[in-house]
């Protein structure tokens, strides 16, 4: 808004020193109180503000936001995240991604908002989203491939993020099937791969990638606390959102055109070795029912094989899982 202009460049002006309420109030020509509304609001809007009695108001670190031009800077892929559309706020990026999806954008287009409003998880769950600290991010894909197969691009997209992690940090993250990274235990990442699809023949899949970068441990909601974790909270130290959406990008764009050529046969090979799951006894929950085994590993369509007691070998095609 013009207000927030006249704000900003006022601190602007006023460099190292303090900007007291009346005189902010003065410049702006609106009351003490709409003042202070004002500084509300830009601590909202991820602004660091000392406010010191008889002194005034001083900003201390502005925002971190991700530009699309950060992001472009050194970027070397043919085709993943040449086409960026930035938001500050939406209500979810697969949402803006559906609607691309069908007026044909470029393949590799990617959608990213410094903050959701309704994220969404699988089966209509909730995705916390909160902004400036996290990748929010949807991916828009044409992969000449069966709608069978469209599940894979989740598994394909676990190990880019992986990669990418690991590239940023020496963080070791591991994959939960089908769809978390965990990172000592904790979930750092979500995906959602929806599809659009004409008949039988896909027309776009679209990829959602959440993960939380350098929120504080404040800023996941209580229920949330125990089961996630951040970049920031693991490593200690805040991570380049842009560096690494740009490390998405090269590790996404490698693979991928790799599963294009070979098959998932190799993404199935990397999968594997970053699995949590494989070996281990868990639970599987699906839509009807649980089942409890050990898990034998993925098939070669990236479904997870799970035998339980009786010696019998279940193939799931979607659960959620229980470590
Ligand atoms: P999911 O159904 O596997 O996980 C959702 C569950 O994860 C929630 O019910 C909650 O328990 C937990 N959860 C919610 N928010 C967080 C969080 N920030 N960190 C860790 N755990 C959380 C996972 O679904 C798929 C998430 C995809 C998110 C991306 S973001 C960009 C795109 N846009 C969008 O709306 N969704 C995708």
Excluded at 36 to 45: A, F, N, Q, T, Y
Excluded at 133 to 161: C, D, E, F, H, Y
Aim: with cysteine; charged share 25%; aromatic share 8%.
């Amino acid at each position: 808004s013009e207000i927030r202009k006249e704000l900003l460049d006022a601190f602007t002006n006023a460099g190292d020193s303090y900007l007291s309420g009346q005189h902010i109030a003065e410049l702006i020509g609106c009351s003490r109180t709409a003042v202070w509304k004002h500084i509300e609001e830009l601590r909202k809007d991820g602004f660091e503000l000392e406010a010191v009695r008889r002194k005034g108001y001083r900003i201390l670190k502005t925002p971190e936001r991700i530009t699309a031009d950060e992001i472009r800077l050194g970027l070397k892929t043919k085709f993943m995240g040449k086409n960026i559309h930035y938001e500050e706020s939406v209500d979810s990026t697969q949402k803006i991604a559906h609607r691309f999806a069908y007026e044909d954008v470029p393949e590799g287009t990617a959608i990213i908002a410094e903050e959701q409003i309704s994220g969404r998880g699988r089966m209509d769950r909730k995705w916390h989203s909160p902004k400036f600290s996290g990748v929010w991010m949807s991916l828009i894909l044409r992969p000449n491939i069966p709608l069978t197969k469209a599940p894979q691009l989740t598994l394909l997209t676990a190990v880019a993020v992986v990669q990418a992690i690991e590239e940023m940090t020496d963080l070791v993250p591991e994959i939960k099937w089908p769809n978390d990274i965990l990172i000592n235990g904790k979930k750092v990442t979500g995906i959602l791969t929806e599809l659009q699809a004409e008949a039988d023949r896909i027309h776009s899949i679209i990829v959602g990638i959440g993960i939380n970068v350098n929120q504080k441990p404040v800023d996941f909601p209580l229920e949330l606390q125990e089961i996630a974790s951040s970049l920031l909270i693991e490593k200690g130290a805040p991570v380049s959102r842009a560096d690494l959406i740009r490390s998405i990008f090269t590790h996404f764009e490698k693979l991928y055109l790799l599963y294009l050529d070979e098959g998932f046969f190799p993404i199935k090979l990397l999968w594997e070795s970053y699995a949590v799951s494989i070996g281990n006894h868990l639970k599987a929950r699906t839509i009807t029912h649980t089942i409890e085994g050990k898990a034998l590993g993925i098939t070669d369509e990236g479904v997870l094989k799970l035998e339980d007691e009786n010696g019998v070998i279940h193939q799931i095609y979607s659960a959620d899982i229980e470590l």
